[in-house]
């Protein structure tokens, strides 16, 4: 076994955790047909149809081309329609088709799924950290970092 001298700081522990939560949701969003790369915009264009990928980009700072990636494969999956913009001919505005959106309630089930499983565990911890106090921190965190 290779030792790691540096499993117990911040930024291994929270790469690890993301890393079993990512993996946790993608089994749970398997039988759905994506994965936990894509539940994010199926989440977003339902509750703002119309975005564009642009605005996607800024609102999870996100990597331009990752959003590209997923948005092409959403579209192939017949979940998400591209229409180019009546006001700007450069963009294409995002919605959710109807097979979009009648996989959205499953998309959010297995989203709040992952979310209870996750305030478990911060029950487990004795409660000695909050759901509140862990999120304010991670806030901090992606503001600062």
């Known amino acids: 076994m290779i030792v790691d001298k540096h499993e117990q700081t911040i930024m ?23 994965n936990s790369s894509q539940y994010f915009f199926i989440l977003k264009l339902h509750d703002t149809p119309g975005v564009t990928q642009d605005q996607l980009v800024r609102a999870d700072s996100r990597h331009q081309s990752n959003v590209n990636r997923e948005i092409t494969r ?11 913009s009546a006001t700007d001919g450069r ?30 565990c911060l029950s487990a911890a ?5 759901k509140k106090d862990l999120l304010a921190v991670l806030h901090w965190i992606a503001q600062k970092a």
């Open 12 to 34: 291994k522990l929270l790469h690890t955790a993301s890393n079993m939560a990512i993996r946790t949701l993608d089994r749970r969003l398997k039988p759905l047909g994506v």
């Open 74 to 84: 959403l579209v192939a999956l017949g979940l998400v329609a591209k229409q180019q």
């Open 126 to 130: 004795d409660g000695r950290v909050s």
């Open 91 to 120: 963009r294409y505005e995002l919605t959710l088709t109807a097979a979009g959106e009648a996989l959205y309630p499953q998309v959010k089930a297995a989203l709040d799924a992952q979310e209870a499983m996750l305030s478990q």
